[in-house]
């Protein structure tokens, strides 16, 4: 009897055609589209759990022979690992390097120094006028967070080609230098040489002399970004083997809906590039719109938002509001809890987790810049994306009451928040 043989037998036919033609259906599934799910899952998890271990065997044989990271750091460590494989991922970063940074530019302390470039180090984006003063002094969680959001951002602006699947050390010292040097020193000079990437790695690293427009030059004593990225990488992979540090379960259900929403939107016939409309109050109380301007006939028309955030079904469930914490804007629900959200218009897309803890897509051209709130998960990574390009799957991550997207517009031009009726069919 052979193993066709065998599955017939023990697989009756009848069996096999209520699988087919009632159990599958019901559940939204074709033969294809389950038996695809189930081996593309199972090699995503297997990939997800093989590089969110890491390189755990040899740094912990690493850290055994030259170094720890004293009580203190390995406790704020464990305390924020969730928080920075969260921050990482949205970054596709390596989950380590917002901690590493943190460690690196304020020795993980809570407090801002008073140099006005935050615990993460920031001298470029303030020194540009990009980001205002951290004030110095004693930071919150919430702040710390909004922080480490910040410098994974620039971390992945100033080095694009990493991952957060990235385990290669060069790629990773080579960001470190850049985040650190610029862009133009880690592509001119070996990262190697950097006491801010390698000091006291092993013997041969100790005492490098570090240069610094702030700081001036002095003999380095902390450890450098690698080593302690090895460190940290064998705490949190240790701790979440052991189960001490909790978000294990998180992070594996963050990998399961990821996975999932990517298959169903590339197996749905969900037309994408949809103008939908939406209805709004006849009468919209004047109060609402205290924090936004009207908007100006000047601008290029074909850079303006010019579609509704939700492909199918939209409800608006919440006019104007946000003007307290400066994201004034609409909110659309939909009949379909796991609808779609489009790019409403063409330019630079990044996704982060604010500091209320709201997923965030922004999308920014020369003139415009669009806010969509709460997603799920992304299903399009930092860079170019097209009008009408499917970016997300709408959820309810962050101060939400259900599943909607929080849409908010702002004019680069009237350098204000418009409201986003007018864009919307």
């Not at 901690?99 to 920031?122: D, H, R, Y």
């Not at 205290?290 to 579609?307: F, N």
């Amino acid at each position: 009897m052979t193993l066709s043989d065998l599955g017939l037998f023990l697989v009756p036919q009848w069996l096999r055609d209520w699988i087919q033609y009632q159990l599958l259906p019901a559940a939204g599934f074709t033969p294809y589209q389950l038996t695809y799910g189930l081996i593309r899952g199972a090699f995503d998890a297997v990939v997800f759990l093989f590089v969110a271990l890491g390189l755990l065997t040899g740094g912990q044989s690493y850290m055994g022979r030259h170094y720890a990271l004293t009580p203190d750091i390995q406790q704020t460590v464990l305390k924020w690992a969730v928080v920075s494989d969260q921050i990482a991922r949205q970054a596709d970063i390596p989950r380590e390097v917002p901690l590493v940074i943190w460690f690196k530019e304020n020795g993980m302390q809570a407090e801002n120094p008073p140099l006005c470039t935050g615990i993460i180090g920031a001298y470029d984006l303030v020194k540009s006028g990009r980001r205002p003063c951290f004030a110095p002094g004693p930071i919150n969680d919430i702040e710390i967070l909004n922080q480490l959001a910040i410098a994974a951002e620039e971390f992945k602006t100033r080095c694009p080609e990493i991952s957060y699947f990235t385990q290669n050390p060069a790629t990773i010292k080579k960001c470190y230098f850049a985040y650190n040097a610029g862009t133009g020193a880690a592509e001119s000079q070996d990262p190697n040489r950097s006491p801010y990437v390698m000091n006291n790695y092993d013997d041969s690293y100790r005492g490098m002399v570090y240069s610094d427009v702030v700081l001036g030059t002095v003999v380095v004593q902390q450890i450098g970004a690698w080593p302690a990225h090895l460190a940290m990488q064998s705490l949190i992979a240790g701790s979440l083997e052991e189960g001490t540090a909790g978000g294990w379960s998180i992070a594996l259900l963050d990998a399961a809906t990821r996975i999932y929403d990517w298959l169903t939107y590339r197996f749905r016939s969900q037309m994408i590039n949809s103008s939908v409309t939406l209805t709004f109050p006849d009468r919209r109380d004047p109060w609402l719109f205290s924090c936004l301007s009207a908007v100006a006939k000047s601008g290029d028309y074909d850079l303006r938002p010019q579609l509704n955030p939700i492909v199918e079904s939209p409800i608006l469930t919440q006019d104007v509001h946000g003007c307290e914490y400066a994201l004034p804007g609409i909110d659309i629900s939909s009949d379909n809890r796991k609808a779609l959200i489009q790019a409403p218009l063409s330019g630079q897309l990044t996704t982060y987790t604010d500091q209320w803890s709201n997923t965030t897509i922004r999308i920014e051209n020369e003139e415009w810049i669009v806010l969509l709130l709460h997603a799920r998960s992304y299903l399009a990574t930092a860079g170019s994306v097209e009008r009408g390009q499917a970016v997300g799957v709408m959820g309810s991550v962050g101060i939400s009451t259900g599943p909607h997207v929080h849409y908010v517009i702002y004019s680069k031009i009237q350098e204000s928040f418009v409201d986003p009726a007018f864009f919307i069919p």
